[in-house]
């Protein structure tokens, strides 16, 4: 009954500015920290946060791509149409990953091999269809390579510091160098799975009670959890509303 | 030269080939498997406020707007969305808004800490629906609030406190989704016509001696009320009256004659606030 | 028949590691993001669950015979990451697209879900693993489906956990996602006791 042309009003968003480059970077290092204040990524964090080689790598590795990503998608935003926007997001992301897997098996061996298979799994980490959802797919090309490096440097920083903590404390060692007196005994578990999951949890109780409030919930991403996001699009084809 | 070529070709057209037959079968399976949606409840979708809270009663925005479109629930069932939203959805669908009359939620038991007895010390799980499988919960009276918030938590719009004991509602910012009515474990929660103030609060369908025994603001089923109101609003059933808000103006006389201050007048001051000794 | 007795052996010992031993979520730190964000409901837990191991089989089977007809004859296992995460999002919109059509209920349970899917560690992980194992078909479906059956079992069962949380006095900091990963840890532990079950 009721057509296309009957509908009395349009549902417009509202053309949002790029935010400042001094805001981007704050935005990502500290106050958007994407594994401390938005929960995602919690993939790596938890799983190469055994030694601070690792986290650094891994970290850097995901910075790399995130930034060559934003840029890439920033610069295909009027180009991919909206109803395949996810999988085309998706598959510019493998690709970079690809790359980075490959100059990492080259370059840095030892690194790959301890990381393994968590190198491509740099294309499923939430961070960046987040952040190409939410900020490359909305602003400009370099706003966006921006925003990029400063969530991995974020992400890296977080990453690099839990797998400190983890390492010296569990391992008694840090890059490989022993740091703790030899009457320390280092508690092993602090490495193993339930480790992760421990170190994890103490941070978070520390963001908690620093920002003396809900961390994550509220601003993860639906891809994530579609009960507290604000962008979840009805289906992996939707537009969004 | 023919090598480097076949080098950089081979890649990319099996990996072209390969998006390219996924995205065929997937247009393919659009088309075929397509379900035929009204267009109407994009739009309708598109005015939500998007909260996916779950107050209309549907699973989230994307459900509501399909019920909508199917006359399912009426344009106004959007409670935070409230008169904008309704009107927007009332606009797109063609249809009047019609007069919806505004509901709040009321809770039926008065029985604070103060005027209660309790029948055993409970420790644990601090949640009406545990406490109430042990025995109808620590309260002498079977049937009354038991103050451990089940409804608080399922309230999204924080409109119920718990002030001693006894939830209570704050009636400015109940939005009538009636999620706190599906959570009390005893059933106290109803809603009832807004600007009917006087409410019979207790549920208790024990004979009078029993009632008073558990608490003291409980209904004894006297009957006073029923003589005293000039609108034949209020009927005693098992020992409980309950008022008919329908029929009720306001008019405060039963408030009077209750001897056990049973019945409550919302947004005014309770009698006697304590028979504890 | 001793050959068929060693068969049947492999396949329960790849199916109960892939549990137990190296559960997805609790050891192997696969899909952790639907493990904090939907747990907080058994009723969702299970519909994530359920969800990711059908995914998990159709994506591990059509992404072995990807491999071994298309990229490993052209030597072309640079692609590998690319093809399988094509198959996977590709895999999950058609099957919300058929859900739709023939199963709305199960569409309208699940339907949410399904998108995320898309970015889950694990579901990308498993054919990974997969191929790093150089598993025959067979052995395929065999350690999917033990891992599919894992992660949902995790899920629901760090689910229950957090329910009984929720109802529980909390301080204010460990509330949410921080209180949860102390519960983790406790179960992640209990199944650290599975490692050693199978002598290698």
């Known amino acids: ?112 091999k301890s990381l393994g298979i968590y190198i491509p799994l740099i294309v499923a980490n939430c961070i ?68 992760g999951f421990l170190a994890f949890g103490i941070v978070m109780v520390i963001m908690n009670y620093l920002t003396r409030g809900k961390v994550g919930g509220d601003v993860a991403c639906a891809t994530c959890n579609p009960e507290n996001s604000h962008c979840a699009p009805d289906s992996i084809l939707g537009g969004k509303a | 030269m023919n090598n480097i070529f076949l080098h950089f070709a081979i890649p990319a057209l099996i990996l072209g080939g390969l998006g390219l037959v996924l995205g065929l079968i997937l247009a393919y399976s659009a088309k075929a498997f397509a379900v035929k949606v009204d267009e109407r409840i994009k739009f309708v979708r598109s005015v939500l406020p998007g909260a996916n809270c779950g107050a209309c009663g549907q699973a989230g925005c994307e459900a509501f707007a399909e019920a909508a479109v199917e006359g399912k629930v009426k344009p106004s069932g959007c409670p935070v969305g409230g008169e904008s939203v309704a009107k927007n959805v009332a606009a797109i669908l063609g249809v009047e808004l019609g007069d919806s009359v505004s509901t709040v939620a009321r809770v039926a038991c008065g029985g604070t800490i103060a005027v209660s007895r309790l029948k055993y010390s409970y420790d644990g799980i601090k949640s009406c629906a545990a406490a109430g ?59 009832v016509p807004r600007g009917k103030n006087f409410v019979v609060a207790c549920k208790s369908t024990q004979k009078g001696p029993a009632t008073k025994k558990a608490c003291d603001v409980g209904c004894i089923g006297c009957s006073k009320c029923v003589k005293v109101c000039p609108h034949d609003a209020i009927t005693v059933v098992n020992n409980l009256a309950r008022i008919d808000p329908a029929l009720c103006q306001n008019c405060g006389e039963c408030v009077k004659v209750c001897p056990t201050d049973a019945i409550h007048e919302i947004g005014g001051v309770l009698r006697v606030e304590s028979k504890a000794v | ?157 760090f689910s229950g956990v957090r329910e009984r949380m929720a109802k529980s006095d909390i301080p204010a900091s460990l509330q949410g996602v921080s209180g949860a990963l102390f519960a983790a840890t406790l179960v992640s532990m209990s199944f650290f006791g599975f490692q050693g079950l199978f002598a290698k």
């Open chain 2, 133 to 191: 499988a042990l025995h109808n919960g620590p309260k002498a009276c079977a049937f009354g609030c038991l103050g451990f918030g089940d409804c608080v938590s399922a309230c999204p719009f924080d409109a119920i406190v718990i002030e001693n004991g006894v939830a209570r509602i704050v009636e400015e910012k109940c939005r009538s989704c009636e999620a706190c009515v599906a959570a009390c474990p005893k059933k106290l929660i109803s809603m």
């Open chain 1, 128 to 195: 960046l269809l987040a952040r190409a959802e939410m900020f490359a797919s909305k602003f400009g090309p370099f706003s966006s390579a921006l925003d990029g490096l400063a969530m991995g440097i974020g992400f890296t920083i977080a990453l690099f510091s839990i797998a400190t903590v983890r390492e010296i404390l569990g391992n008694g060692t840090w890059f490989g160098i022993p740091m703790t007196p030899h009457f320390f005994s280092p508690a092993v578990l602090l490495i193993l799975p339930p480790g």
């Open chain 1, 1 to 112: 009954m009721s057509t296309q042309a009957e509908v009395p009003f349009t549902f417009v968003l509202p053309k949002e500015k790029a935010p400042k480059p001094k805001a981007i970077v704050i935005a990502g290092l500290v106050k958007e920290n994407p594994t401390l204040k938005m929960v995602l990524g919690c993939c790596p964090t938890l799983a190469v946060t055994t030694a601070a080689p690792n986290g650094l790598g891994l970290g850097l590795a995901t910075a790399l791509v995130l930034t060559m990503s934003n840029f890439v998608i920033s610069l295909l935003r009027n180009v991919i149409p909206d109803k395949v926007r996810i999988p085309s997001y998706i598959v510019i992301i493998a690709g970079f990953v690809t790359i980075i897997m490959y100059v990492l098996k080259a370059y840095f061996p030892a690194l790959d």
């Open chain 3, 1 to 157: 028949m001793n050959e068929l007795g060693t068969i049947v052996g492999q396949i329960i010992i790849t199916m109960l590691s892939a549990i137990l031993v190296e559960n997805l979520v609790l050891s192997r730190f696969l899909g952790m993001c639907p493990f904090l964000g939907v747990t907080q409901k058994t009723s969702t837990a299970a519909g994530m669950g359920v969800a990711v191991a059908a995914v998990l089989m159709i994506v591990a089977a059509l992404a072995w015979i990807v491999n071994v007809t298309l990229l490993v004859p052209n030597n072309l296992e640079f692609l590998q990451t690319m093809s399988y995460i094509l198959i996977i999002a590709a895999v999950v919109q058609f099957l919300e697209t058929v859900l739709r059509k023939f199963i709305p209920p199960l569409y309208k349970a699940l339907g949410i879900y399904l998108p995320l899917i898309t970015t889950n560690c694990a579901v990308l992980g498993i054919p990974l693993i997969n191929t790093q194992r150089g598993y025959d078909f067979g052995m395929t479906l065999v350690y999917t489906l033990g891992a599919g059956l894992g992660f949902a079992m995790a899920l629901v069962l």
